[in-house]
């Protein structure tokens, strides 16, 4: 059913308005009176409006509604009260207001680009499945940027104490550096998930572009006590973009690092088979993944580890498939992890 501008906006008010009311405690509260619960979820409905303006009125419509949401459940702090205010709290209140409407937007130029770009990969979907993959994007989107705004939050209610010394000063300074980049760098893996740019495929040799992968990551290695070993074949050419198999052997790479310890090795294959198709082997003897984890390693924003947002192997397997070829994982608990890589040869994917 097609719904006017006018019916949309007026729910997107009416929607703002019920979410202000619940924020005032002018309606949860009257009924259940005053719990701990209500304290935490009423300023999350305030986003409700933000994420259905975006999807509706597109990003400046959600822009548009995260300032007024901003104001008006700011009032009572405008007119003045008998408290005073957090503005560190407040501030970043409102930021993550702003950056769920950014959020929702990129995420639905994302889900629109891939219903025109790659609509027959995806056709098959059924709606619902659509939906929790959405679901599963912005769950871990919230997660990996809210823990580090919170970490900001802190740190700057900290450096408005007047009481801490100039050493704590310094330590919180560099919390607040750290917890940027760490927002910086899961928004650009998710931009480089969400909008992989144009794939330029030409002829390559594969066993220069692994060569080259290799070596500006083999010192991190020695530092981490991690030794790779390669037995790549001679010249193996595929049709491939070069700047993309890089970046699809060093996201493996990096987690083979990230699972092995200190004396570990890192084994990198290359050889041609005869059913014309290069095989990329990347094996570690690390930690490994259990069975309940393995079926779910290449969704977006699925991991294990303690740190990263998990899109390195959803880029991967996207990389992979633009080359028609396929990735695998083999990988048992405390017995190491095997990555493999099938891609079509020069002639093969010619062919194709």
């Given at each position: 059913?097609?719904?006017?501008?006018?019916?949309?906006?007026?729910?997107?008010?009416?929607?703002?308005m019920?979410?202000?009311?619940?924020?005032?405690g002018?309606?949860?509260?009257?009924?259940?009176?005053?719990?701990?619960?209500?304290?935490?979820?009423?300023?999350?409905?305030?986003?409700?409006?933000?994420i259905?303006?975006?999807?509706?009125?597109?990003?400046?419509?959600?822009?548009?509604?995260?300032?007024?949401?901003?104001?008006?459940?700011?009032?009572?702090?405008?007119?003045?009260?008998?408290?005073?205010?957090?503005?560190a709290?407040?501030?970043?209140?409102?930021?993550?207001?702003?950056?769920?409407?950014?959020?929702?937007?990129?995420?639905?130029?994302h889900?629109?680009?891939?219903?025109?770009?790659?609509?027959q990969?995806y056709?098959?979907?059924?709606?619902?499945?659509?939906?929790?993959?959405?679901?599963?994007?912005?769950?871990g989107?919230?997660?990996?940027?809210?823990?580090?705004?919170?970490?900001?939050?802190?740190?700057?209610?900290?450096?408005n104490?007047?009481?801490?010394?100039?050493?704590?000063?310094?330590?919180?300074?560099?919390?607040?550096?750290?917890?940027?980049?760490?927002?910086?760098?899961?928004?650009?893996?998710?931009?480089?998930?969400?909008?992989?740019?144009?794939?330029?495929?030409?002829?390559?040799?594969?066993?220069e572009?692994?060569?080259?992968?290799?070596?500006?990551?083999?010192?991190?290695?020695?530092?981490?006590?991690?030794?790779?070993?390669?037995?790549?074949?001679?010249?193996?050419?595929i049709?491939?973009?070069?700047?993309?198999?890089?970046?699809?052997?060093?996201?493996?790479?990096?987690?083979?690092?990230?699972?092995?310890?200190?004396?570990?090795?890192?084994?990198?294959?290359?050889?041609?088979?005869?059913?014309g198709?290069?095989?990329?082997?990347?094996?570690?003897n690390?930690?490994?993944?259990?069975?309940?984890?393995?079926?779910?390693?290449?969704?977006?924003?699925?991991?294990?580890?303690?740190?990263?947002?998990?899109?390195?192997?959803?880029?991967?397997?996207?990389?992979?498939?633009?080359?028609l070829?396929?990735?695998?994982?083999?990988?048992?608990?405390?017995?190491?992890?095997?990555?493999?890589?099938?891609?079509?040869?020069?002639?093969?994917?010619?062919?194709?």
């Amino acid at each position: 059913m097609h719904m006017s501008s006018n019916s949309k906006r007026i729910i997107i008010a009416a929607t703002a308005m019920f979410s202000l009311l619940v924020y005032y405690g002018l309606i949860l509260e009257p009924i259940f009176g005053q719990k701990g619960w209500i304290d935490v979820i009423s300023g999350r409905f305030l986003y409700i409006p933000i994420i259905i303006a975006t999807l509706w009125l597109g990003v400046r419509g959600g822009l548009l509604t995260a300032g007024i949401i901003s104001v008006l459940s700011r009032l009572v702090l405008i007119k003045g009260g008998t408290v005073k205010p957090d503005w560190a709290v407040e501030f970043t209140e409102i930021l993550i207001c702003f950056v769920v409407a950014l959020i929702t937007a990129v995420l639905v130029k994302h889900e629109r680009s891939l219903s025109r770009g790659r609509e027959q990969r995806y056709h098959h979907l059924e709606n619902s499945k659509q939906i929790s993959g959405m679901k599963q994007i912005s769950s871990g989107i919230a997660h990996e940027i809210k823990n580090p705004l919170n970490a900001i939050k802190n740190a700057i209610e900290r450096a408005n104490d007047s009481e801490i010394s100039e050493e704590e000063r310094v330590a919180n300074n560099e919390i607040l550096i750290r917890q940027v980049k760490r927002i910086d760098g899961t928004v650009n893996e998710f931009l480089a998930y969400a909008q992989p740019g144009d794939i330029k495929l030409t002829k390559i040799d594969l066993s220069e572009t692994i060569r080259s992968a290799i070596s500006p990551i083999e010192e991190h290695g020695k530092r981490e006590g991690i030794t790779i070993f390669s037995d790549i074949m001679g010249q193996v050419f595929i049709n491939g973009d070069a700047e993309k198999i890089r970046e699809m052997i060093l996201n493996i790479l990096l987690n083979a690092f990230q699972a092995s310890g200190r004396g570990s090795t890192v084994n990198v294959t290359l050889e041609e088979q005869k059913d014309g198709m290069a095989r990329i082997g990347i094996t570690d003897n690390g930690s490994g993944i259990s069975d309940e984890h393995i079926d779910k390693i290449f969704d977006p924003f699925y991991t294990v580890k303690s740190d990263g947002p998990g899109l390195g192997l959803a880029i991967v397997e996207s990389i992979v498939e633009d080359h028609l070829g396929t990735v695998s994982i083999n990988s048992r608990s405390l017995q190491g992890t095997t990555v493999e890589v099938l891609i079509p040869l020069y002639k093969a994917s010619i062919k194709k």
